[in-house]
């Protein structure tokens, strides 16, 4: 797999029936190894190895309706109290991200209230803070680190 602009981590894999899996420490479970799945699992490492974001306040892969309309969000982040904290948008390395990128990321924060949204292809990240009552993002260099709250 391509070397993306994240610090290495070691993943674990498995090959069966010709196709590669990579451990999903979030899930607990083997997934298919595709180039988005591959940003996914550095994405999360990350924020696990160094932003200290706790494993149990992480969420992958999980299914929201957005106007009707089934959706899956790639990585969420719950504050303590059950907020959503970040929102993270995935997408493989050859996917260039554009505004419709961020569109995508937007609509599922209509649902989410995330105060963070955070887009990857690996290579190139973006990370913004929303200004609700503005009702628009601002963009920042990174996302802050995880404070544990008292």
């Known amino acids: 797999m391509q070397k993306l ?16 899996s990579i451990f999903d420490a979030i899930r607990k479970k ?34 929201l309706i957005i106007n009707d309309l089934k959706k899956r ?3 969420v982040i719950f504050n303590p109290d059950g907020s959503i904290h970040l929102i993270v948008e995935c997408k493989a390395p050859e996917i260039a991200i554009k505004q419709n990128t961020f ?7 209509l649902a989410l209230n995330a105060t ?18 503005a009702e628009k993002y601002h ?3 990174d996302i802050p680190d995880y404070k544990k709250q008292e």
């Open 5 to 20: 602009n994240f610090p290495t981590y070691s993943f674990r894999f498995k090959n069966s029936e010709n196709k590669v």
């Open 30 to 63: 083997f997934v298919i190894l595709q180039p988005e799945e591959w940003v996914r699992q550095h994405c999360v490492s990350y924020l696990i190895e160094e932003k200290n974001y706790p494993k149990s306040l992480i969420n992958v892969e999980k299914e």
């Open 73 to 75: 969000y790639d990585i």
């Open 103 to 109: 569109d995508q990321v937007a609509r599922y924060n």
């Open 116 to 133: 963070y949204l955070m887009v990857t292809n690996g290579l190139n990240h973006y990370y913004c803070q929303m200004d609700f009552d």
């Open 139 to 141: 963009f920042l260099k």
